[in-house]
């Protein structure tokens, strides 16, 4: 019954893969997100999506490309993939009616 | 997006000591929330804070947003060993919310 769930939790693949990440929410929520955690803990936006419309893109490289099949769902693929993109990323979402954001438990990515 | 800054960057406390990390930006926000990351976990959404002047208690934590709606301040009244972890202010500016650094609290038992 968790609220918002992502696959896998932990990740470790060698450079130049491809991998995905899958995300869920069971809320009801309209707008779902991807963050990454840097090693210092800082948190960047990197997608959102609102009823299955990209609506935020920020500075991420090609390699990373958001699917959202749902608006229950948004899935992140990370093509070709480099050391830099180690990182914990995490799925959230959110009402339109407002409200904090509910994150998913995170990914912990390591590329090796 | 407008950038929050918050400081310390870190903070270690004895058990029963009291805490506060400051939240501030150049410009005015619209809104501040406030979010708790135990170690190894994730964000949890704590508060929403959106009148100038704003303050709001959940038990043992006072949440604050300053007249001029430029700053916010989270404090804890004698802390726990249970407090410990990152705590984030973020700014919800339309659909984005961006986070500041983050103040990482460490109690000593």
């Known amino acids: 019954d968790t609220a918002v769930s992502q696959t896998p939790k932990y990740l470790v693949t060698q450079m130049g893969n491809d991998k995905s990440i899958k995300c869920e929410q069971n809320?009801?929520?309209?707008?779902m997100y991807w963050y990454k955690q840097d090693s210092k803990k800082f948190l960047k936006i990197m997608f959102s999506y609102n009823n299955k419309e990209l609506i935020i893109n920020e500075t991420v490289p090609n390699r990373f490309s958001p699917k959202s099949p749902d608006k229950a769902h948004l899935n992140l693929h990370i093509n070709s993939l480099e050391l830099g993109d180690s990182a914990v990323y995490f799925c959230a979402s959110r009402s339109t009616g407002g409200g904090g954001y509910t994150f998913g438990s995170g990914t912990r990515l390591t590329v090796v | 997006g407008q950038q929050v800054m918050q400081i310390p960057q870190y903070q270690h406390v004895q058990e029963g000591e009291d805490f506060t990390t400051y939240c501030n930006s150049s410009?005015?926000?619209?809104?501040i929330q406030w979010y708790k990351q135990r170690p190894g976990g994730h964000p949890v959404f704590l508060i929403q804070?959106?009148?100038?002047?704003e303050v709001k208690k959940q038990k043992r934590l006072t949440f604050q947003f300053g007249e001029a709606k430029k700053n916010s301040s989270l404090h804890i009244t004698a802390t726990q060993t249970t407090d410990v972890g990152t705590y984030f202010c973020a700014q919800l500016a339309g659909n984005m919310l961006t986070f500041g650094g983050g103040t990482r609290l460490m109690v000593k038992p």
């Open positions: 809320l009801g929520h309209d707008t």
């Open positions: 804070l959106v009148k100038s002047g």
């Open positions: 410009t005015t926000l619209s809104n």
